[in-house]
C-alpha cells in the first residue's frame, strides 16, 4: 500500500533505519559536509551491521579455524613417534611455550563457547552441556561453535544484548509489578477498614446526649443552656479526633482504645454538667 504522505512525513516518522552498531568504526560510513566541516557518520541500516561490516565479519569468523591452528603451532607441542623410544615425564601439566599463544587460546575459544550458547537460545537449538563442553578437545570446540555460528550468524549479529540480562530484566519488571500491587492492595485495605465494634457502640453515647438535649451538641453549646464551654471543647476534640482516626483506620488502629476512653469520659462529664444544670422542681 503506497503511503500518499510519504513526501510531507511526521517529525516522529521511523523509517526502520538505525546507525551501523561499529559506529566510527563503520566500513562504509556516510560522508556529511556542514559549515566546511566534513563529518563521517555510520552507515544506515535495517540491521545491526551494515552490509560492508556484516560481510567483514563473515569473512573473520571463516578465517577463524586457519587462524587457530596458526596459534596452535606457536605452542611448538612435541608429538610421540610410534616406535620411538618411551620417554617419562612428570604427571603435572606442561607449562607451554609460549603463555601468549595459549593465553590467546583460551580467549577465542571461551568468546566462541559463549556465542554458541547464545546462538543456541536464540535458535531454539538443543542446550550446550557445559560440564561435557569442558571435556572436549581444543578442536572440537572450535569445530563445532564455528559451525554453529556460521549457520546463525544473522541471529548473533542482531542479538543486541545478553540472553541473562534480558531474562533478569524481565524478571525485575515482573516482581516490580507484583510488589506494587500488592502494596496497592493492602493500602486500599487499610483505608476502608472499618474500627472495631466496641469503638462504634461507645460512639452511640453521642447520639443520645443529642436526644436528651432535643438538637445538636454544638447547637447547645452555642445557645450557651449551662453547658459549660469546657465540655463543648473536649466533646469537639473527640469528634475532630474520631473523624481523623475513622479515615485512616488501618494504619492507626491503636489509637482507637485511647480514642473511646475519651469519648466516654467526655459524654459522662457532660451528662454531669446536664444532671447539675437541670432546674429543680418542687
Known sequence: MPHDWIHSAPDDFDDGLNECARAGRCSDPRIESAGGKTTRL?????????????????????????????VHMELGGIRAVAGGPVVSTSKSAPVPLSLAADEL??????????????????????????ETS???????????????LAAHLDALLTRSENVRATEMRRLRDEHAAQVHKAVTAARTQ????????DVRKRLDLLGKLEAALGCRLDEYAWRGDNLTTLASAELADALRDFVHD???????????????QRLQSTAEYVLRTLADTQPSTS
Open 42 to 70: 555510520p552507515a544506515l541500516t535495517p540491521r545491526a551491521f551494515c552490509d560492508a561490516d556484516r560481510g567483514a565479519i563473515a569473512k573473520a569468523l571463516d578465517d577463524l579455524p586457519m587462524l587457530f591452528v596458526r
Open 105 to 130: 587460546i583460551r580467549l577465542i575459544l571461551s568468546t566462541l563457547t559463549s556465542w554458541e550458547e547464545r546462538i543456541r537460545t536464540v535458535a531454539r537449538l538443543a542446550a550446550l552441556d557445559t
Open 134 to 148: 569442558r571435556r572436549r578437545r581444543d578442536g572440537a570446540i572450535l569445530t563445532q561453535a564455528h559451525r554453529i
Open 190 to 197: 487499610a483505608d476502608t477498614r472499618a474500627l472495631p465494634s
Open 246 to 260: 475513622h479515615t485512616t483506620a488501618g494504619r492507626r488502629l491503636e489509637y482507637a482504645d485511647t480514642l473511646s
